[in-house]
């Protein structure tokens, strides 16, 4: 059974940073692609960056290039996200996914989400 376990969610103020983490089992881990995807409240799922199976190649979105980064140790089965310059709008739960298009919010097997709240 495929699971990914996020973790690393939390309040924290405009300008901080966060690093969210994903546990992932149940499949061969350093043979997919991983993403994270969010979704603010009231609205949908957006992408917000991917990283390959080596971990070679992250991509991001346009809203969170250079102040996020996408890392993976395949030797953990885990993939985190480091969030500095943190926005209001950056709030939202946050999902570590696998499967789908690379670039899209779309994914085959996704978490249980953390919350995210940059809030003063």
């Known amino acids: 059974e495929v699971q990914l376990v996020e973790s690393g969610g939390g309040l924290v103020q405009p300008g901080g940073s966060l690093r969210l983490s994903c546990a992932a089992s149940?499949?061969?881990?350093?043979?997919?692609?991983m993403k994270w995807v969010r979704q603010a409240p009231g609205k949908g799922l957006e992408w917000v960056s991917s990283?390959?199976?080596?971990?070679?190649?992250?991509y991001y979105g346009d809203s969170v290039k250079g102040r996020f980064a996408i890392s993976r140790d395949n030797s953990k089965n885990t993939v985190d996200l480091q969030m500095n310059s943190l926005k209001t709008e950056d709030t939202g739960v946050y999902y570590c996914a696998t499967g789908g298009s690379r670039g899209e919010a779309d994914y085959a097997y996704r978490g249980q989400g953390t919350h995210v709240t940059v809030s003063s």
């Open positions: 990283i390959n199976r080596d971990g070679g190649r992250t």
């Open positions: 149940g499949f061969l881990f350093y043979n997919y692609d």
